[in-house]
Nanobody, 122 residues
Framework: EVQLVESGGGLVQAGGSLRLSCAAS????????VGWFRQAPGKEREGVSF???????YYADSVKGRFTISSDNAKNTVYLQMNNLKPEDTAVYYC????????????????WGQGTQVTVSS
């Protein structure tokens, strides 16, 4: 059974930091690109950041310079370090995985986690 289990969301003030974790199981981690979508109420889903086992990395323009994605292949876990958070970063963050980076950038994913809420207060 494929599982993507997120953790690390919460409430933080603007300018603060959070680190999200995504623990993956049930598929060959090294064969997949893993990362994060986010969805805020009334807004379109946005691809935030993705990382492959060969360290191809994508960041949305809205988070470049503030968010850093990394992976620990020994633990089948991907991390998203979020610094200098802004109220507009408030959303449910979903861990996602797909064979192709281009699919994730286009908003499609083979596998999804349940999501974790990130709320940034002003």
């Amino acid at each position: 059974e494929v599982q993507l289990v997120e953790s690390g969301g919460g409430l933080v003030q603007a300018g603060g930091s959070l680190r999200l974790s995504c623990a993956a199981s049930g598929f060959t981690f090294d064969d997949y690109v893993v990362g994060w979508f986010r969805q805020a109420p009334g807004k379109e889903r946005e691809g935030v950041s993705f990382i492959s086992s060969t360290l191809d990395i994508y960041y949305a323009d809205s988070v470049k310079g503030r968010f850093t994605i990394s992976s620990d292949n020994a633990k089948n876990t991907v991390y998203l370090q979020m610094n200098n958070l802004k109220p507009e970063d408030t959303a449910v963050y979903y861990c996602v995985a797909d064979i192709w980076l281009n699919s994730l950038v286009a908003g499609r994913a083979d596998y999804w986690g349940q999501g974790t809420q990130v709320t940034v207060s002003s």
